[in-house]
Every structure is written in C-alpha cells, then in structure tokens.
C-alpha cells in the first residue's frame, strides 16, 4: 500500500472509531454509510424504532467537520420547507431565496415515508442534480452532499411509500438490526449517565472527503469481475420472481460502491466478494416483486442472495 492509501486507511479507521464512540455493535452499518459518502451516494435506513437509525447518522454527522440539518418528515410538510423559498425583504424591496434544510452536507430525513409524494419528490432533484430549482433560479447545494433517509416498516398508518424513481436516487437501503446481548449490556452502562454524543468531535474534513472520493474513482476494476458484475445486474431483469429488474442506474451503484469497498480494505482493486457484499444494499430497494413471489413470501433482498449464491465468480487464472 502506498503512503497516500495508508493515510487514507488511517483516516477512514479514526473516523469509523469515532462512530463506534457512540453506536455500539454496528461498524459495518458505519461502513456502508461511509460508502456512500465515498461514492456522493444516499442512504435509505430502514429498521424498527428504537435501533439507533437517527443516532447513527447524527453521530457519523458529528464526526465530520461539515454542515448537518435534521428534518422531521410529516404528512404537513411542504416542498418549501424542504428546499426553501423566496421571502420578500420589505428592507431592499425585493425577493430573496432562503435556502432550506436541503443545503447542508449531511441532510437526516426522519421517516421520511409519512411525507407526501409531493414532498418527498422535492428532494429528487437534489438527490440526482446536487442543486435546487426555485421560481426558475437554480442554487447549488454544497459538496459533499448526502441523504440518510429513515422509515419505520412496522408503523404502515400515515405513511406513502416512497416511489420507485426515488427509491433509485437512494445508492443503498441498510438495516440496523437488535444488538447482542453482550452489545445491549454495554448500551446501557454507555448511555445511564448521559449522552457520549455531544462528546464527539470532528475528525475529518469536507477537504479529506474530496480527497478520498477521487481515490474510490481510481480503484481498479477488472474485466472478469465488471462481467461478473453487469451478469448479476442483467440476471435480474428475467428473474421469475421479478416484474421490476435492476436499471443501469443500479449497475452504476453497486460498480461505485465496490470500488468504496474496497478502499475501505485498505486495496486498490476491487474483488468479487465485494460485489457479493454489497449487491443486496445496492440492488434490492430497486426491485419489485411479482405477485407470485409475494404470495408465497419472498423478498426481493432473498431474489439477490441466490442470484449471488448461482452465479459463478470468476477465478483468477
């Protein structure tokens, strides 16, 4: 490894560290986010309340010396409160466009399913343009620029699923999951006096960021696993089970992705196993099931693990 990759591995190490100051248990949560962040993509957090969803993101937030907007999503919320709006500024006489939370690095879009479609469409823009239009003037959102979505799948009541050109802007859909045993004990004891979170500083600049993104774009990809790769993509879209398959877009994604992967392991190629890793956070959010497959229970996170699991892996001859 070169000493521009071991300062990279180091940074990123320290900023992992940082998270887990507060999170207990869920490092590899923490590197899928910090995926995104290599690869300027979004994340859609999906998980039962109480599992540290927003906590996750405020603390990776915390640990970075860039700007951080919460915004709580509900059925009242307007597109304006989202990207803002021009206000009348009765000094000068004239309009004047006061941005929203949507112009901040990182930007926690609490439950964002019990918004409206029309609200939530205000941030598709933003997502795949990294600008916001208003009244015919376009504004440019910082770098870097990343969407932590969450929603709950047990509260059905109040909510609109997201739609399926959104759910493409997001590059990966995680779940948290419970701790262990052994991890809920040491939530306890961590949280009983007070909150770590204020407690964290940032280790890691926006400057750092930009550095590392460009690091995930020289990241070697070779033939035989790019051709592994677009099969697995391309495999989804006669799949019995499916009525959706993966877009391009998607085989973009998990491509990035592999490559962020793989500079968080310290190497500058990417290897089949992170594409195996990676393809159900990628790809599965993107998928619709066929009216057969539900029925009989399926999920299309499960269409992608066989796919994985059937579809030979080249070797190295």
């Not at 799948?153 to 701790?179: M, N």
């Not at 099969?231 to 009525?243: A, E, I, M, Q």
């Not at 229970?297 to 499960?302: C, E, I, M, V, Y």
Request: charge should be negative; charged fraction near 20%; glycine fraction near 6%.
């Amino acid at each position: 490894m070169s000493r521009q990759g071991a300062d990279t591995q180091a940074g990123l190490e320290a900023l992992l560290d940082s998270v887990d100051s507060v999170i207990v248990g869920k490092r590899q949560v923490a590197r899928l986010l910090l995926v995104a962040l290599l690869c300027e993509g979004h994340v859609l957090i999906e998980d039962v309340p109480g599992v540290g969803k927003t906590l996750m993101a405020k603390t990776l937030a915390a640990s970075l010396d860039c700007s951080f907007r919460r915004l709580q999503f509900t059925p009242d919320l307007l597109p304006s409160d989202v990207t803002g709006s021009h206000v009348f500024n009765q000094q000068n006489a004239q309009f004047e466009f006061r941005p929203g939370p949507v112009f901040a690095n990182i930007l926690l879009a609490d439950e964002i399913n019990r918004a409206t479609p029309r609200t939530q469409s205000a941030l598709l823009e933003a997502m795949e343009e990294r600008q916001v239009s208003a009244d015919g003037v376009t504004f440019a959102l910082p770098r870097p620029f990343l969407v932590a979505a969450t929603q709950n799948p047990v509260e059905l009541e109040g909510t609109f699923p997201l739609p399926e050109a959104q759910l493409d802007r997001f590059l990966l859909k995680i779940h948290v999951g419970y701790p262990g045993e052994a991890e809920e004990a040491l939530i306890l004891e961590r949280f009983a006096a007070s909150d770590p979170l204020p407690a964290v500083r940032p280790v890691l600049s926006g400057a750092d960021l930009a550095v590392w993104r460009l690091r995930r774009g020289e990241v070697l990809v070779a033939d035989d696993v790019r051709a592994y790769l677009l099969r697995l993509v391309r495999s989804t879209r006669d799949h019995p089970d499916l009525s959706l398959g993966a877009s391009p877009r998607a085989a973009l994604a998990l491509y990035r992705a592999s490559q962020g992967w793989a500079l968080l392991e310290g190497r500058d190629f990417v290897i089949p196993d992170d594409v195996k890793l990676l393809a159900p956070a990628v790809l599965s959010h993107r998928l619709s099931l066929s009216a057969a497959a539900r029925l009989r229970g399926s999920s299309a996170d499960a269409v992608v693990r066989g796919l994985c699991d059937s579809i030979p892996v080249p070797v190295e001859g």
